[in-house]
């Protein structure tokens, strides 16, 4: 068997039981779950063919899509066990609805990397003043949410929010693509209203979209970038919808990029400092300015916010600067076309060796 590629979360025995969880809290896994595991596609393939062996999980090949689930067997031993009595999922048909659950398995696997907690008995339940009160991140998925609701959420039935990250007076709705911008649909409003309804002390404007690597990346911020308008879908960087839009890649740096999401504010400060930045006021989309160049951080990477800046300095022709973590200064350079706005690039070694949520 090959060498793991990355340490086990805290909370598995084994990488047999963390793919058996998987499987479990999602319904169905996909074939390349692999690579946000962190593992060899030859080393996933061995994990699957003795579990499949043991009668642990069966294959499903339907409508072009492969995945495995658990079998009845295995089913009724989890049942058993504590973790499982409320986060346990059934098998489904609809290819719409198993491509929600294959991409869940790469949502948890990536809030394991930081274990933030999203099995129910792991966390409190869901209030309208949670916010207030928690010291931690937590997950709640999209029908913990829903099945909150007075009605059951059946007015934001079609949101494509796969749940909410929660921790102290912060809540940011998480997506999930894979390496197109999905097509969101008025819906998403009526979600983000009923967020902010519920969680009356918060302000929703930030969310977060997980995509597979940084191609995805490039590719997701230039469809926001040069987005069309059609009858149906809807740019949720656009007013009454989300300011910040973080997309965040989850096969490639994940770990550093969701301990970032809520320390960014950490590294802007030390780099600030180094660089001297200054702060002055202006009506320019900015975080400070190095002499009279403004500037913005993206090591969050808000491509509402950076989107923006690139209109901005495309209007004015002023010099500008970036500062970014050295592995998206590829994406941004392709993105800004724009021999004006230099990108200061933050090396990440050091960084993402100790990066850890508290």
Not at 117 to 138: D, H, M, Q
Not at 316 to 344: C, E, H
């Amino acid at each position: 068997m090959g060498a793991l590629k990355s340490a086990l979360p805290m909370k598995f025995k084994s990488r047999k039981e963390q793919i058996i969880h998987y499987a479990a809290a999602t319904g169905e896994i996909s074939t390349d779950l692999y690579t946000v595991l962190g593992i060899t596609p030859t080393n996933y393939r061995m994990q699957l063919s003795k579990l499949r062996q043991e009668n642990i999980i069966r294959t499903i090949k339907l409508d072009g899509l492969t995945g495995y689930a658990l079998t009845n067997i295995q089913k009724r031993k989890l049942k058993k066990e504590q973790r499982y009595q409320e986060i346990l999922q059934s098998t489904n048909t609809d290819v719409r609805k198993r491509k929600r659950m294959q991409n869940f398995g790469f949502v948890f696997a990536t809030l394991d990397k930081q274990n933030i907690e999203y099995e129910p008995y792991r966390k409190p339940t869901l209030s309208n003043g949670i916010a207030e009160e928690l010291e931690k991140v937590f997950f709640y998925t999209a029908n913990e949410f829903k099945k909150a609701q007075k009605n059951g959420g059946i007015t934001i039935n079609g949101s494509k929010s796969y749940g909410i990250l929660i921790s102290k007076r912060e809540v940011i709705p998480v997506y999930k693509a894979v390496y197109e911008l999905p097509e969101f649909f008025v819906t998403e409003f009526q979600y983000i209203q009923l967020l902010k309804r519920y969680f009356q002390n918060c302000e929703i404007r930030k969310a977060v979209l997980m995509c597979n690597n940084l191609y995805a990346v490039k590719k997701i911020s230039e469809a926001i970038i040069n987005f069309k308008p059609t009858n149906k879908g809807r740019n949720i960087t656009d007013s009454g919808y989300y300011s910040e839009l973080i997309i965040l890649p989850i096969i490639e740096h994940n770990k550093l990029l969701m301990w970032t999401l809520y320390n960014e504010n950490t590294l802007v400060s030390s780099v600030k400092k180094q660089k001297k930045i200054t702060n002055k006021k202006s009506a320019m989309v900015n975080d400070g300015f190095i002499e009279n160049e403004p500037l913005i951080f993206m090591f969050n990477f808000d491509i509402a916010k950076l989107n923006m800046f690139i209109g901005y300095n495309s209007i004015s022709n002023n010099n500008a600067i970036i500062v970014t973590y050295d592995f998206y200064v590829p994406i941004i350079k392709k993105l800004i076309d724009n021999n004006r706005i230099r990108i200061i690039a933050v090396n990440t070694e050091e960084i993402e060796k100790r990066c850890e949520l508290q």
